[in-house]
């Protein structure tokens, strides 16, 4: 069975600062890892995911996450946030790329960047 | 360029009352269709998907019921809703933009059982 979590249920950061919210994993085999992004009142948005290519994948809006096999973990990271980062963010793991009734959803924690 | 819709973007309705939330997809044929729910300060359950017209998947029992009248269309419904149906309910579809094959989401009803 594969399980999600995410450390934090709520992030506040101050803009420019480092964004870095937690994600860590449970999985029997390999795992595909996602991270969505969900603005107020819309649906989610793909920002990345790992697929065994590359352990370092980047995505869109200037996010990049780590697979780390050994932790057990795909952190999600910025540099540098924006007031426009402020979002729901969900961590996701599946056995399959695309087989997406198998995707399990973490709880999702909820990015606030202050000015 | 494929699209999702879904409709009513917010819905307030009395207990006991039914329930009727579509969902469509353009610029795609024979699409993966998803019906979620999102509660309050929780991630997404995946109630139904589809893989094709009149083939339901339920992953969890439950008050509601989905359909697949047509190859774009999905329908979530209910006969009696109950408080706990309320959340945000996402349709998504899983298919190709550009080379990554992906899930994509609609922008959710939100559901308020009074």
């Known amino acids: 069975a594969q399980s999600v979590t995410q450390l934090g249920s709520h992030v506040s950061v101050s803009e420019g600062a480092l964004v870095l919210l937690r994600c860590n994993y449970s999985s029997s085999v390999p795992p595909y890892l996602f991270w969505y992004v969900q603005y107020p009142n819309q649906g989610l948005q793909l920002l990345l995911k790992y697929t065994s290519a590359a352990t370092l994948v980047k995505g869109i809006n200037g996010f990049e996450a780590e697979f780390k096999k050994s932790e057990t973990s795909f952190h999600l990271t910025k540099p540098s946030a924006h007031m426009s980062d402020a979002a729901e963010y969900f961590c996701a793991v599946s056995v399959d790329e695309t087989s997406y009734d198998k995707v399990i959803f973490g709880p999702g924690t909820s990015l606030s960047v202050i000015p | 360029s494929q699209t999702i819709h879904q409709w009513p973007a917010t819905l307030v309705q009395p207990v006991g009352s039914p329930l009727s939330l579509e969902c469509t997809v353009e610029?795609?044929?024979?699409?993966?269709l998803y019906w979620y729910r999102q509660a309050a300060g929780r991630g997404l359950q995946l109630l139904f998907y589809s893989v094709g017209i009149g083939q339901i998947s339920s992953e969890v029992p439950q008050n509601l019921s989905a359909s697949r009248p047509q190859d774009r269309q999905f329908i979530l419904s209910s006969k009696k809703l109950l408080l706990s149906d309320s959340g945000f309910y996402l349709c998504a579809w899983r298919g190709l933009r550009g080379p990554q094959e992906t899930q994509y989401f609609g922008p959710g009803t939100r559901l308020l059982v009074l």
């Open positions: 610029g795609t044929s024979n699409p993966n």
